[in-house]
Structure formats: structure tokens, C-alpha cells
């Protein structure tokens, strides 16, 4: 315990006087390793966290039920929706019909049959406007033109991904429509069903299954598959919170609704590529992490090591009146421990009060996702305690260098 | 007190072997202040440096109290030296980012007392030197008379039974070795400290009870 106290006494006494810009170097390297370790790998999840949270927010919602493999449709759909809107913690719900059908542009201007049309394939999605926007916001989406409105016959919002100037891709694996703006007309096919529309809105949100859909009003979309009846392909459940989903697809299922329909929570529709990627980023995040940890090893092993090298002569005075090494050696740990505690320090504060909120406001703008810095406290606090030991591991090793020196040798500066 | 039997110390640099100390036998009483003379090279301060235990002869044996020493493993000798001797460098050899005070305290925390008593000790030995003004003082901001005033009281705190002083006026003006030598002297009797004291300046070896001179590694008449 002794050498303990006395290492402690030598630490304060050293920090407190060493020059300011020493510490401030030192408190800076160790406060920028840290957020490389947090903020690089954060990054890199939250690139993939970006992307799950907008296929959530914009198509799964917390709970969506789907037509079974079997199936062309919801069976008893009437039903399924009404267990559902009776469960607790639903906040909205959004029943859609979903048809394949294909999206022809310039027709017009086809004068010769024998050239092939400007078509693509897609999926139109027949809405409840206002319940569809509960749940998915889909009205925050429209880039250009408008939201879909009551009474909008033979009108729909694009996905972006179907037009050629959102898509940039020029390939025939990719196909897109050209020169197709607010108030084009459009045909659309569904089975033998031919309607000329026209484009009101286009939205833009960065995930696939939105971006390549066309959206109608459901019950334009039911004339057009002619049928009265309501079968529905998809019901997305937007819940009070996230952490209800998968209570809420238990009460699904103990109402028997996984016999008629696929019941998944948001994170059993999530692809399955994602959670992969995600896995594959955290570990070069890890790789990416460990060698900025090196780096601050290194540096904390050079500024103690010169510092005891330095000090060198006292070191062997203060063994020569009786200090025992273990002291001198615990008082260049205390040091260390110092500089990362306080450069680990500032860096949750540069984190949870700068970082991660700026990040939330202001996304990253990827292709594929927005992406946001992700610092769960548990994993942050690891990743301090890693930093925190491999500082005091390698500012005990050059302290136990220079303390293990013959003491005449120290005193007189003899190699 | 102090036994010294067949002391040598040969240091060795690849293939050439130098002879500094080249059997060295004497004794020292208790309350002995005994000077350490020479000229330079002759071997004083490497004497000084193997009675002290910061150094391991090549051979012979050092008896302090009865205790064979020079046996003795690295952690028991700084034990030893922590309870029984206290030091006094030609440089003062305080330790710069503490204060006066702390650099005084520092043999008494060590030993296991507390804070507060350390500190109250620590001032009361540095009043007793005429360094009441600069309690907290950094080396830096004193003089070399002071700074050694301030290794003589770091060196007598814990009231050793014997004080080494390896040239502890090299560095003063004349006024302040003086003052140094007095101290010196004045605490040996004052607490029956044994003090040894290496220097190469005659006028202060006249303060000692005896003098010992070596020349070229042995004891000189």
C-alpha cells in the first residue's frame, strides 16, 4: 500500500508540474486515440445502422406482415388487420396492395413497332394515403412534385431508382426511364390491364424496396387488378416503440395470424447482406481501432520512457534516500493513467456532446444510407478500459527500464 | 560503527581493468565525523559510494552495526539505506518538481509515517536550518546554499545513525560551504550523528575528528 501512496504522491506532484503544453500534447494524442478507436468503427456500423434504420423507417416499420411463400396474398387479410389494431402499443398501421407490373415512358413518340419499348419492370403499391404516411412518412420522401392526395385518379409518385437521372446506372441490368418528369404520363401494365397515368411526385429514400415501387391510391390499384375483394400483400405495424416488436409478433402468432400471413419483426425483414456487412465493417473498424491503439501504446511508451530517461538522476537519488522502485515504477503507472483517463474523458464528452448528436441532425450522405455515428456506452466503455490498460502497460515498461538501472549508474549518468 | 575489511573495487570496460579501490581496511566510531581526503582519482568518493551501499565492492566485507552489509540483496540495502543513512550530494540532488518541504518529507512518507506528521517534521528540521521562508519553494527557486541546506535537512529527517556527504561544498561560494560545514557539524554532535563526509578542500577537512587519506586506492598515512 505504501508504495502505492508514494507513487501517487510523486505522479500528482510531477503532472501538476510539468510544462501545460506537455500535458496538452499528451491529454490531446490520447483524447484523438480515443475517438479513432470509437469514432472510426462507429462510422463504419453506422453506415450499415443507417441503412437497417431506413429500411424500418420507410418500409418494414417495427412489425410487417407479408403473403406466405404458398400464397399470393394476406389470407383473410379483413381479419389479420383487425387482430392487429387490436394489439397494445400500435401506433399505425398501414395495409398495401403490391402487383408486379411494368412502367413504359415515351410511348408517344414510338413510331416503329419493331423498336423495343422503354419499359421497366416494377412493383406498384396501392396505399391508404394517410396511413401509409403514419407510418412510413412516405410524404417526407417526395424529392420533386407531391404526395398522392384523395381523388387522385390515374396518378402515382415514382420511386427514384425507376428513373434514369436518380438511377445514373447505364446498363441494361438496370433499366430506367428517361426524360420522365412532374406531369409525364406514364403507361402502366398490370396483367392485362393497360392505364395511361401520370406522374405527381417522385421519392427518394435510399432504400431499394421504396425506390423501385410506384405508388397509387389502393383503390386505383384494386380496379386495375380487378378485384372488389381485400386481399392485401403487406401490412406494416409502426409501433409506440421499436423494443415492443417482437412481444407484438408473439401476440400475432398466439392469434394464429402466422397460419395466414409471414409475421417478421423489423429485424427479421432486415436483409440479411446488411447484418453481413455489418459485421464485416465492426471487424475493420476493430483492425482500423487497434492500430491507432498501437500508435497511442507507442506514444505513451516514448513520452515516459524520455521522460524517465530524463529524470534519470533522480530516479537514482530517490532510490538512493530509501524510495523503493515499486514507488517510482507505480508513480510513472499513476501518470499514465492520468493522460488516458483524462484524454478518455474529454473524448466522451467530444462524443456524446458534439459527435453522435451532430451526426443524428446532420447524417452522412451515402448512396446507400445516412449514415450516423454509432457509440453504445457499453462498447464505448470496453474500448476506454482497453485504451486505459494498454497506457499503463506501456508507461510501466520504459518506467521498469530506467528503475532497474544500477542506482551509482543513475545518479552519476553512467550508461 | 562502521567496519571496512579488505575493500577493492575494480571496474572492468571490455579487457581493461582499473583498480580504484585496492584494499581498504578501517573502522569509523559512532559520532565520528570523519573527512574522506585525497586528490582526484585517488578513489574518496568510490570509497564513499561502497560504505553507503550505492555501490557493491569487487571484494571484502562492510559491517555497519554489526550487520554484514555488503551481502546484503538490492531491496534490503535500500531498506537500509531508508532507515539508517542519510545522503548529501555535491549537486543537492533534490528532486525538482517537489518543494523544499516535500523534498524533506519524502524519507519520512516512505517509512510509513503520515502526511501530516511528515510535514510538520519536515518544516521543523528545514526552521532548524534557517529555511523557514522557503517551506514551499521548488529547487529552482533557491539558492545553492539553500538547495543544500534543504539536501542536509532531506538527509537528517528521519535521524539517521549515519549522514554521507560526497563534496557537499564543490558547488557553494565560500559562504555558503561555510555555512554548509557547520551544519554538518553542528548536527553530528547535536544528535550523535556519524557523518562522512568526502571533500578535497584541506580548510574543511580541519572541522572533521579525523581524516582519512587515500591515496591511490588505499588508506594514506
Known amino acids: 500500500m505504501l508504495p502505492v501512496q508514494i507513487g501517487f504522491f510523486l505522479a500528482v506532484r510531477q503532472i501538476k508540474r510539468s510544462t501545460l503544453w506537455s500535458t496538452v500534447l499528451i491529454t490531446a494524442v490520447m483524447t484523438l486515440t480515443f475517438l479513432n478507436l470509437v469514432v472510426v468503427s462507429g462510422i463504419l456500423v453506422g453506415l450499415i445502422e443507417g441503412a437497417q434504420y431506413a429500411v424500418r423507417e420507410r418500409y418494414t416499420s417495427d412489425v410487417i406482415i407479408s403473403n406466405l411463400r404458398e400464397n399470393k396474398f394476406i389470407e383473410d387479410s379483413p381479419r389479420v388487420l383487425r387482430v392487429a389494431e387490436t394489439l397494445p402499443n400500435v401506433k399505425a398501421i398501414s395495409p398495401r396492395y403490391v402487383v408486379n407490373g411494368t412502367a413504359e415512358a415515351n410511348y408517344q413518340y414510338r413510331t416503329d413497332p419493331n423498336t423495343i419499348p422503354e419499359e421497366v419492370g416494377t412493383q406498384v403499391v396501392g396505399i391508404d394515403i394517410a396511413k401509409e404516411d403514419a407510418v412510413s412518412g412516405i410524404s417526407d420522401l417526395v424529392v420533386e412534385g407531391r404526395y398522392l392526395q384523395e381523388g387522385d385518379f390515374d396518378k402515382v409518385v415514382l420511386g427514384s431508382m425507376l428513373l434514369a437521372k436518380y438511377l445514373q446506372i447505364d446498363s441494361e441490368a438496370f433499366p430506367a426511364l428517361k426524360d420522365v418528369e412532374i406531369g409525364s404520363k406514364i403507361r402502366l401494365t398490370i396483367g392485362d390491364v393497360v392505364r395511361e397515368v401520370e406522374v405527381v411526385g417522385i421519392t427518394k429514400s435510399k432504400v431499394d424496396e421504396i425506390d423501385r415501387r410506384i405508388f397509387m391510391l389502393d383503390s386505383q390499384v384494386r380496379s386495375m387488378m380487378r378485384t372488389s375483394e381485400f386481399n392485401l400483400d403487406e401490412i406494416a405495424i409502426s409501433l409506440t416503440d421499436e423494443k415492443y416488436a417482437d412481444a407484438t409478433k408473439q401476440a400475432l402468432i398466439a392469434n394464429g395470424i402466422d397460419k395466414l400471413a409471414k409475421v417478421q419483426t423489423y429485424i427479421d425483414a432486415q436483409p440479411k447482406f446488411l447484418q453481413d456487412i455489418k459485421k464485416t465493417f465492426a471487424l475493420l473498424g476493430a483492425m482500423i481501432s487497434s492500430i491507432g491503439l498501437a500508435v497511442a501504446a507507442i506514444t505513451i511508451f516514448i513520452v515516459i520512457f524520455i521522460n524517465a530517461i530524463t529524470r534519470q538522476k533522480y530516479i537514482g537519488i530517490m532510490k538512493a534516500i530509501g524510495i523503493n522502485a515499486s514507488a517510482i515504477q507505480i508513480s510513472y503507472v499513476f501518470q499514465s493513467l492520468f493522460y488516458a483517463v483524462i484524454g478518455s474523458a474529454i473524448g466522451l464528452f467530444i462524443l456524446y456532446v458534439l459527435l453522435v448528436p451532430y451526426f443524428d441532425a446532420n447524417p452522412i450522405n451515402f448512396p446507400f444510407s445516412d449514415g450516423i455515428l454509432v457509440a453504445p456506452l457499453g462498447s464505448t466503455m470496453f474500448r476506454i478500459t482497453l485504451l486505459v490498460l494498454t497506457t499503463v502497460v506501456a508507461g510501466f515498461i520504459p518506467a521498469r527500464i530506467i528503475v532497474r538501472k544500477n542506482t551509482l549508474d543513475s545518479i552519476l549518468g553512467r550508461r | ?221
Do not use: W
Open chain 2, 1 to 221: 560503527m562502521i567496519k571496512i575489511k579488505s575493500i577493492k573495487k575494480i571496474f572492468k570496460q571490455g579487457e581493461v581493468e582499473t583498480k580504484v579501490l585496492k584494499g581498504i581496511d578501517l573502522e569509523i566510531k559512532e559520532g565520528e565525523f570523519v573527512a574522506i581526503m585525497g586528490r582526484s582519482g585517488a578513489g574518496k568518493s568510490t570509497l564513499l559510494y561502497q560504505m553507503s551501499l550505492l555501490d557493491t565492492p569487487t571484494s571484502g566485507e562492510i559491517i555497519i552495526d554489526g550487520i554484514k552489509v555488503s551481502d546484503m540483496s538490492q531491496v534490503e540495502k535500500t531498506n537500509f539505506r531508508l532507515r539508517n543513512l542519510g545522503f548529501v550530494f555535491q549537486d543537492y540532488a533534490l528532486i525538482p518538481e517537489l518543494t523544499a518541504t516535500e523534498n524533506v518529507m519524502l524519507p519520512l512518507l516512505m517509512q510509513g509515517y503520515d502526511m501530516n506528521y511528515s510535514i510538520k517534521k519536515a518544516k521543523e528540521v528545514l526552521k532548524t536550518l534557517g529555511l523557514d521562508n522557503h517551506f514551499d519553494n521548488l529547487p529552482n527557486q533557491m539558492s545553492g546554499g539553500e538547495q543544500q541546506r534543504v539536501s542536509i535537512a532531506r538527509a537528517v529527517v528521519h535521524s539517521p545513525k549515519i549522514i554521507f556527504a560526497d563534496e557537499p561544498t564543490a558547488n557553494l561560494d565560500l559562504e555558503s560551504s561555510k555555512a554548509v560545514i557547520k551544519v554538518l557539524e553542528e548536527t553530528c554532535k547535536k544528535f550523535k550523528h556519524t557523518v562522512v563526509m568526502v571533500t578535497h578542500e584541506e580548510e574543511y577537512g580541519e572541522v572533521a575528528d579525523r581524516v582519512i587519506r587515500i591515496v591511490d586506492g588505499k588508506v594514506g598515512n
